[in-house]
Structures are given as C-alpha cells and as structure tokens.
C-alpha cells in the first residue's frame, strides 16, 4: 500500500533519492536545460514536497511550487528505478493535483525533457490531461524542454 506522505527533506533517503534524480536529469539534459531542483532550492516556502512510501521503503516523490495564488507547477516528480512501470507516478501525480484543486489554483503547469528518456513522463501528464503549452514563469523556449500544463475546474 503506497502511502504519501508531506516531507521536510531530512531524511538521508530522501537526499539520496534526489541526489539520483539529478543524476538522471543531468544525465540526459544539457546543463543549461536542467531544471531539477536540489535540496536546498526544495525548502523553498512556496514548495509542497511529498514523499511516496511502502512501510519503511521509499518509492518516489514529487513536489508543487506555487508560481501565483492562482497558478502551481509540478517539480521533482521521481520514481526509483527499482518502482517505476508500477504507477507511483500516477499516485503521486493525483495527489498533486487534488492539493492543487484544493487550493483552488486554477492551472498546474510543468517542465519536462524532450528526449526519448522522458518519454513515459510525457505519457504519465498526457493520460492525466496535460496538454502542450508555451514557456511559463521564468523558463524560456528551448527544444529540450516540453512545457505542459491542465487546465483545473473552477
């Protein structure tokens, strides 16, 4: 039973799994379009960060910035290798989304890789209603990055 859980990123299993998650970002982004966040940029205020868990086994996490009181973007979303294909993504992206109609924001938005890697990242927000978008916030257009974003129900 997958339990998600809000984080304050003290743990050492949590650096470890974002240490891994930039490792993967780096690995296949160029440096001047990596967006993964580090621990440090984590603890942001305007930052919910959530961890997914089964007992006392780490699955993945997730996080939600709010960019304006109307308006959040998905970051961090990592599942461990050893868990992916077993929808803690989707658990975890759900429970995003229910935090973001809870806080009555009306659009969610999102950056992603355009490689082939990212490919099943792309699929995960497509399934859930995420369509393509132009830049948003600070990003600027780059052709490693997909921007996407759904529309929420007022």
């Known amino acids: 039973m997958t339990e998600?859980?809000?984080d304050d990123l003290s743990g050492p299993e949590i650096a470890a799994l974002l240490q891994a998650h930039l490792l993967f970002a780096g690995d296949n982004s160029p440096?001047?379009?990596?967006?993964?966040l580090d621990l440090a940029a984590l603890r942001a205020p305007e930052i919910t960060f959530w961890t997914a868990w089964d007992g006392a086994g780490l699955l993945g996490c997730g996080a939600l910035k709010e960019l304006s009181p109307t308006q959040g973007e998905i970051k961090s979303m990592h599942t461990t290798a050893a868990h992916r294909g077993k929808k803690i993504g989707?658990?975890?992206?759900?429970?995003?989304?229910?935090?973001a109609r809870q806080r009555n924001y009306q659009r969610i938005s999102l950056e992603t890789g355009s490689m082939e890697v990212?490919?099943?990242a792309r699929?995960?927000?497509?399934?859930?209603?995420f369509t393509l978008c132009g830049a948003f916030?600070?990003?600027?257009e780059d052709r490693h990055s997909v921007f996407m974003?759904?529309?929420?129900?007022?």
Do not use: C, K, P, T
């Not at 440096?31 to 993964?36: C, I, R």
């Not at 989707?90 to 935090?99: E, P, T």
């Open 123 to 129: 699929a995960l927000y497509s399934r859930h209603g």
């Open 149 to 154: 974003q759904l529309e929420l129900a007022a």
């Open 4 to 6: 998600i859980r809000e």
């Open 118 to 120: 990212f490919a099943a």
């Open 137 to 140: 916030a600070d990003y600027v």
């Open 90 to 99: 989707a658990r975890m992206l759900n429970h995003i989304m229910d935090v």
């Open 31 to 36: 440096e001047d379009s990596m967006h993964a």
